[in-house]
């Protein structure tokens, strides 16, 4: 059973796919616009792409686009057809190329080899169970998951070139490190990555002791709650991957409270609001505050933003047109749009509620015999 | 394979149990929710989950059961009192939600009042809703329990 | 070669090319650097070739080494196992040495000119890509295949194991990741696989909205993978706005039905199976016409082919409920025993005759003769013993050949040669061949060096005879289902040929042997 998703370059090729693909348990997704492959990767898990038939430039493209928005892991073959030159293909980051036309039998041995090839356990690191992307499971989900597993494991939770480990004895979390946190303050810096991977691996922990000293019950309360907090003061701030950096126009006045200080430091070259949390060991929720304060101050701010301000600065002789422009340059954008993960927006760019349509339930004449019969038996 | 999942609201624990005396039920909790099961056989398969004032279930949950659940019933004694229980509000919001969808009141009766009812209410029930009725049962007659489950779920014919 | 400075280290059998730049290609330069520059091993007896190969990827910052003949190649790999083999197949006089090598490194094969069936065989040993092109673009061609193949093994593997959460089945089992999809209201898409058989299930806010496994969909898709004690699987959340659900359970319902169902495995388990996990099964009738229901024979025959029952829980094509009944209703009319249980009466007995008559024997005769062939090592002799010390017959032995002739109930003889394959047995085969009903090898499990030589052999000897076969695994240790499975993967037997471990002492093992013994080809017939 194998998800494929062609990117269909020229209709005659239709019946030629149809023929290729019937009789084995494929499910091929059909795309005739490049416009309409980024919803297709993000609505199924496609195990090849087709680009059929594969040129250099739609086939160059196809893979920038996919490269560009994440769904990298898609491995990408082109079928070329016959009186086509296969050479100007040959520097694409391509898995095959095929040349057309191809016998059913000779198509389906390439394809298998592929994703052979491409299969994600055959190289799982020994005593690594469970591996993944911290957007499908975050610390909350892993913390419950590893506690109804029952056994001693250690989870890594890693992003760029920062990592945390949270160690659970017989399922139950008995510590955590991130940077030099450790316990309950390095639990809650990890709490609410947007980005990352994790990774779980059964260890043997028997002679750890508990540094937390909380139910795993209490631990999830106190890190659901810091999470609510943490979202509130999220609000008004600039989005968690987005730049920002030291607004070299605005003179700082006195002495900066330590903290405030060493975000101007991390802002001396551009870094997002998500590396600044995971960077100081400080909490999240005191950061935020001390960014919000900087922010209203113009001490900080977005990159793009603070770039345009010091061009037009440069461009422009009188200083005071630059300020009276700061005091709205921080404000929250009226028509800016926050990103919902799973919520979408229908014709007229408003949100909306994803929708699910289930199949009632509905018994036929026969199914009610049955049950008839069955509670006339019992009695 | 069919499975057909039904909420069951009781006043009290023991109706259900007396309701179901001959039913081969199996139960199991399942994330806080007792859950009944009926194997009408290996292609069709009834689940009843019972929530009544003690297993409120999260609003979460009923949201995900919503647009799942097949049949509503709710098991009620004491016809003469003043319709109030334990578990009538949890009733009443379920009916809200379940709204249109086939519902029995299971009332439980005494055996000589079930006697005077006539042939048609003791097997049909008053009428409640389009697909809803208000049935009159009594432990000591087996086939009134049974006219209650099937009432339940002859309105779900398609 | 623009730029590039190259190095040639040449002798006459191997020559080396070491060209110290990095390549334009970004697909190869992610996580190889320099000093971890990828090794391609050439096979190849043209120079001219050799080198237009050699110095493309060389280009792209391949180290290479040419070989003009296979034997050095594989010496080769034997001490450094290259990234890939580039090889021509007129370099290939011996396929069975050629096989072993594309089964321990990816390779491309390449030639002017091949038949398209050959082209079929090569992918089946193995092979990653056959590249046939009979004009000057041959070494383009091969060397982009190389990259591609490079690429896609390294880079997008490791890219899909950053993007896409994975594990084991065992460390997370699937109803907690379905719990946590309910609660959390998640979009996932799951797939799952365990030896061939795989498993796809949607969730789209948290409701199970479809799945499907090879055979069947939905709730009962759901509910089969639910009950996997092993596997792997990958996760990916996803977006869209809405769905529509063919399926009308919830997703507490089928986390519900899966622990019922659990419920009823475990008393089946305990009243049939000592309360084993996952037990296994044996033959103690043949099915006969009680077999007509497909689903009831299929459960049949994973029991017969010795799959445990957590195995014929998942590959019957039947749903979970039902296959555990039929196998409780096919233990209980006495088709199938557990493993543990004694059969009450050692020896053939008047069912195993009718068996024998009805599918090995011609039609009417009464006599027949069997051949165990293999090596001294597999156990070949005791295997023997076992058949005729229970019918208490005496077994003769003539140089390399065992022989023995029992009575089976309904006045059938059986005449049993035990043959070695170490000597020239053909002549003998070809002697008692009128009469033979089957022929079993013995192969030991313990001696994987012998692999090629047996498998070449039994090969032949199945085409040439027109007979019904089974291989038996001798030596398998504790854990015969990874033997079994390390033994198909080493091992090339012609299609319908059942594979069973078995030990040559013990009777009842002895009688599988003779259950299990099919015509090539036909493993979708009644045995």
Redesign the interface.
């Known amino acids: 059973?194998r998800?494929i998703l062609i990117y269909l370059l020229n209709n005659e090729y239709a019946e030629e796919i149809r023929y290729l693909f019937s009789g084995h348990?494929y499910q091929v997704t059909i795309i005739e616009n490049l416009d309409d492959v980024l919803q297709a990767c993000?609505?199924?898990?496609f195990d090849l792409a087709l680009v059929w038939p594969a040129s250099r430039e739609a086939t160059g493209q196809f893979i920038d686009l996919l490269q560009q928005n994440?769904f990298?892991?898609v491995?990408v073959v082109a079928m070329v057809d016959e009186n086509e030159p296969?050479?100007p293909?040959?520097?694409l980051?391509?898995?095959?190329?095929i040349r057309l036309p191809v016998?059913k039998?000779?198509f389906y041995?390439?394809i298998e080899?592929?994703v052979q090839?491409?299969?994600?356990?055959?190289?799982?690191v020994e005593g690594v169970?469970?591996?993944?992307?911290v957007?499908?499971?975050g610390l909350i989900?892993l913390i419950?998951?590893l506690e109804?597993?029952g056994r001693d494991a250690e989870l890594t939770l890693s992003y760029t070139d920062k990592s945390g480990k949270v160690y659970f004895r017989e399922g139950k979390l008995i510590n955590a490190q991130f940077l030099t946190l450790q316990g309950l303050p390095a639990l809650k810096k990890m709490l609410s990555w947007p980005r990352g991977?994790f990774q779980?691996k059964?260890v043997e922990l028997e002679s750890q002791t508990d540094e937390i000293g909380l139910s795993n019950q209490e631990i999830l309360m106190i890190l659901v709650e810091k999470l609510l907090k943490q979202e509130q003061l999220f609000e008004g701030l600039p989005d968690l991957f987005e730049e920002i950096i030291k607004n070299p126009l605005t003179q700082v006045e006195g002495e900066l409270p330590p903290l405030q200080h060493r975000i101007l430091n991390y802002c001396e070259t551009p870094i997002t609001v998500f590396d600044l949390l995971i960077s100081l060991r400080d909490s999240n929720i005191d950061i935020m505050l001390e960014l919000k304060i900087m922010l209203q101050q113009s001490l900080i701010g977005r990159k793009s933003e603070v770039e345009a301000m010091v061009r037009e600065a440069e461009s422009q002789s009188g200083f005071g047109k630059f300020i009276s422009s700061l005091s709205s340059m921080f404000k929250k954008k009226e028509d800016e749009e926050e990103s919902y993960?799973?919520q979408?927006q229908d014709g007229n760019g408003e949100h909306?509620a994803?929708?699910?349509?289930?199949?009632?339930?509905?018994?036929?004449?026969q199914?009610?015999e049955?049950?008839?019969q069955?509670?006339?038996g019992?009695? | 394979m069919k499975i057909l999942e039904t909420a069951v609201v009781a006043e009290r624990a023991e109706l259900l149990g007396e309701l179901a005396a001959e039913l081969p039920l199996q139960k199991e909790r399942i994330l806080d929710i007792d859950v009944y099961r009926l194997e009408i056989d290996e292609d069709l398969v009834i689940l009843m989950y019972h929530l009544d004032e003690d297993q409120k279930m999260a609003p979460e949950m009923m949201d995900h059961l919503q647009e799942h659940l097949g049949a509503f019933l709710v098991v009620a004694d004491n016809p003469g009192g003043t319709g109030f229980f334990p578990g009538a509000e949890a009733a009443e919001e379920l009916a809200r939600r379940l709204e249109g969808r086939p519902t029995v009141v299971a009332v439980k009766s005494d055996a000589d009042a079930l006697k005077l009812l006539n042939a048609d209410i003791r097997s049909a029930g008053f009428f409640l809703s389009p697909k809803g009725r208000v049935m009159f049962w009594n432990a000591a007659s087996p086939a009134s329990r049974r006219q209650v489950w099937n009432t339940l779920w002859q309105s779900l014919q398609s | 070669m623009d730029g590039a400075n190259s190095e040639w280290n040449c002798d006459d059998k191997e020559c080396e090319i070491w060209v110290k730049i990095m390549h334009n290609n970004s697909s190869l330069t992610q996580t190889h650097q320099d000093d971890m520059a990828y090794l391609a091993y050439i096979g190849e007896s043209s120079s001219s070739l050799a080198e237009q190969i050699g110095e493309k990827l060389s280009a792209a910052g391949i180290k290479c080494h040419v070989f003009s003949d296979l034997s050095s190649l594989i010496e080769n790999s034997q001490n450094i196992l290259p990234d890939i083999v580039l090889l021509n197949p007129a370099l290939n006089d011996d396929g069975e040495v050629a096989q072993a090598l594309y089964r321990k490194a990816p390779t491309v094969v390449y030639a002017g000119d091949m038949d398209i069936d050959d082209q079929m065989v090569l992918y089946q040993q193995g092979v990653k890509r056959v590249i046939v092109d009979p004009g000057s673009e041959l070494a383009g061609r091969v060397h982009a295949a190389a990259n591609m193949v490079l690429y896609r093994r390294n880079e997008v593997r490791f890219a899909r194991q950053q993007s896409l959460t994975h594990g084991t089945v065992q460390t997370f089992s699937l109803p907690e990741v379905l719990q946590n999809a309910l609660l959390e209201q998640k979009n996932l898409i799951l797939k799952i696989k365990r030896d061939g058989w795989d498993a796809k299930i949607r969730t789209f806010q948290g409701h199970i909205v479809n799945a499907y496994t090879s055979n069947l969909s939905n709730e009962e898709a759901v509910l089969k993978t639910l009950q996997l004690a092993s596997g792997n699987f990958v996760i990916r959340g996803y977006q869209k706005p809405e769905e529509f659900s063919p399926m009308s359970a919830s997703t507490l319902a089928i986390l519900a039905e899966a622990r019922f169902e659990q419920n009823e495995i475990r008393r089946f388990l305990d009243r049939v199976c000592d309360g084993k996990d996952n037990p296994r099964f044996r033959v103690a009738a043949p099915l006969g016409s009680a077999g007509a229901d497909t689903q009831r024979k299929d459960i049949y025959r994973l029991a017969e082919a010795q799959h445990p029952f957590q195995d014929i829980l998942l590959y019957s094509s039947a749903p979970v409920l039902k296959t555990v009944r039929m196998l409780d209703t096919l233990c209980r009319e006495g088709y199938l025993a557990y493993e543990g249980e004694s059969v009450a009466l050692e020896g053939f007995q008047e069912k195993d005759a009718l068996y024998f008559r009805e599918h090995l024997f011609a039609e009417g005769a009464r006599s027949g003769s069997l051949a165990i062939l293999g090596l001294p090592s597999a156990g070949r002799n005791e295997l023997v013993r076992t058949l005729a010390g229970i019918q208490r017959s005496a077994v003769k032995s003539m140089q390399s050949i065992d022989f023995v002739r029992i009575t089976l109930p309904g006045n059938l003889n059986l005449t049993i040669f035990g043959v070695s394959v170490e000597e020239t047995f053909l002549p003998v085969l070809e002697k008692i061949s009128p009469s033979l009903i089957g022929g079993i090898f013995l192969i030991d499990y313990a001696e994987p060096e012998r692999f090629e030589f047996i498998n070449y052999l039994a090969s032949r000897i199945m085409q040439i005879y027109e007979i019904p076969f089974v291989v038996g695994l001798t030596h398998v240790g504790e854990d015969a289902e990874a033997a079994l499975q390390q033994f198909r993967k080493r091992f090339n037997l012609p299609s319908g040929i059942e594979v069973l471990p078995v030990r040559p002492d013990d009777f009842a093992d002895a009688r599988q042997l003779l259950y299990r013994l099919r015509r090539v080809g036909t493993e979708n017939e009644e045995g």
């Open positions: 059973m998800d348990q993000q609505q199924d898990l994440g990298q892991y491995p296969l050479e293909l040959y520097d980051p391509l898995v095959e190329l016998s039998q000779q041995q390439i080899q592929i090839d491409v299969e994600v356990q055959s190289t799982v169970n469970w591996q993944g992307s957007e499908e499971y989900d419950q998951m109804n597993n991977h779980t059964q993960p799973y979408y909306s994803p929708r699910l349509e289930v199949n009632p339930v509905q018994l036929h004449r199914e009610l049955k049950i008839e069955k509670l006339e019992l009695s």
